[in-house]
């Protein structure tokens, strides 16, 4: 039986993108040495932050950002952002959820 083909714009999704990368991608383990640097980093970065006023996008996020654009060779910050708008798997690297 054909199903058929209609469209669904939910308001809301319940799938997390960790359930959509597989376990086996290379990522997956640059992911986590990279959150274990980045942790060892969390005091130098909160040193240079002030404590009051708008917050940042977190410095973590940039730089999982920077590593993505370096791997996968784009040419820029433009473009960058324009692959982590609809990269499911460049989302989940930088810890963007679906509607971020």
């Known amino acids: 039986m054909r199903g058929k083909d209609e469209r669904r ?3 809301f999704s319940y799938v997390r993108p960790e359930s959509r990368i597989p376990k086996d991608h290379p990522l997956r383990a640059i992911r986590r040495i990279t959150d274990e640097a980045l942790k060892a980093l969390d005091t130098q970065f ?4 002030a404590e009051h ?3 940042s996008i977190p410095p973590e996020q940039l730089l999982r950002a920077l590593l993505l654009q370096a791997f ?29």
Do not use: K
Request: proline fraction near 3%; charge should be negative; hydrophobic fraction near 40%.
């Open 9 to 11: 714009d939910g308001l």
């Open 72 to 100: 996968y060779s784009i040419r820029s910050e433009r473009q960058l952002m324009e692959q982590l708008d609809y990269n499911l798997l460049f989302r989940w690297f930088v810890g963007l959820s679906v509607d971020d």
């Open 46 to 49: 909160a040193a240079l932050y």
């Open 53 to 55: 006023g708008r917050p």
